[in-house]
């Protein structure tokens, strides 16, 4: 029947809008948030001669889990990505 259905806040599933990416300038490329995101998000990439890493935006759900393994600050970076598929 028709039953009230109030949205319950808190308890809505969030769609991260958000999403992390690698700041190259300010990372030393440990591996930290390879290592602890669930997602697997965080790919290894070639540039010259350092071993750098790139979060794959479309793979990361903004989960923001490797904010605090980072050693270097800022090197991990939330964003609004600018296209938003809905
Ligand atoms: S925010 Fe979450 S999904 Fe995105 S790279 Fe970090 S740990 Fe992975
Ligand atoms: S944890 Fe920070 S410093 Fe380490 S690879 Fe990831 S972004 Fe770079």
Redesign the pocket.
């Known amino acids: 029947m028709g039953a009230r259905t109030e949205p319950r806040v808190g308890r809505v599933e969030i769609d991260h809008a958000m999403k992390v990416k690698?700041?190259e300038s300010?990372?030393?490329?440990?591996?930290?948030?390879?290592e602890?995101c669930p997602e697997h998000a965080?790919h290894p990439k070639m540039q010259d001669i350092h071993h750098?890493?790139e979060v794959i935006e479309s793979e990361c759900t903004g989960c923001g889990d490797?904010l605090p393994?980072?050693?270097?600050p800022g090197?991990?970076e939330e964003y609004e990505p600018t296209s938003v598929a809905h």
């Open positions: 690698i700041v300010l990372c030393i490329a440990c591996g930290l948030c390879r602890v965080v750098m890493y490797c393994y980072c050693p270097e090197a991990l």
